[in-house]
């Protein structure tokens, strides 16, 4: 497995049971590498923030990503600047529970579980992740919808139902 591109471990011998925040910046190097990574056309900027602790269950990290990207127009591959300001909650769990975990039901409260080697906490890592997590996986510029109509695609409003399913429509809209 390869160093991902934007590192900022955090050892867990360092890590108490009280907060602590822990404020991260990507060089440009980093934004280069993760732009490649991601298939972007820029990261302008990548920053986070983190309260880190240990609880019971683990290493609980709470903080927020903030990012500026510019992604390409998955129609006409213009560039689309993005903001990305995420709110992270995280509970980073050794890789052995992490395999052994089982499928449960999540609430409200429950956090994303990462996992780590058992000797330190990636969170630059979590802070890619997150943004990647964040962004648009089919994102679409003001001339997407021409250029659409240009090639032929008929958006799903303009497309009519054939055949038996034909009328439907009409008579639904008669109550």
């Known amino acids: 497995m390869t160093a991902p591109e934007f590192s900022r471990l955090e050892r867990i011998d360092t890590i108490g049971e009280g907060a602590r925040s822990v404020s991260i910046t990507a060089d440009a190097a980093e934004r280069s590498a993760l732009a490649e990574r991601f298939g972007l056309l820029a990261v302008d900027r990548l920053e986070a923030t983190f309260r880190v602790q240990r609880d019971a269950a683990g290493v609980v990290a709470r903080g927020e990503v903030r990012a500026s990207v510019v992604q390409a127009c998955s129609v006409t591959e213009e560039p689309l600047p993005v903001t990305v ?91």
Do not use: H
């Open 85 to 175: 300001s995420e709110d992270v909650a995280l509970r980073f769990v050794t890789e052995q529970e992490a395999a052994a975990e089982e499928e449960i039901e999540l609430d409200l409260d429950a956090l994303d579980t990462m996992p780590y080697d058992g000797a330190a906490i990636d969170l630059g890592e979590a802070a890619a992740e997150t943004m990647a997590l964040a962004l648009d996986p089919f994102p679409r510029g003001p001339n997407a919808a021409a250029a659409l109509r240009a090639a032929g695609v008929i958006s799903e409003e303009d497309a009519k139902p054939a055949g038996a399913l034909a009328g439907l429509k009409s008579l639904l809209a008669k109550d």
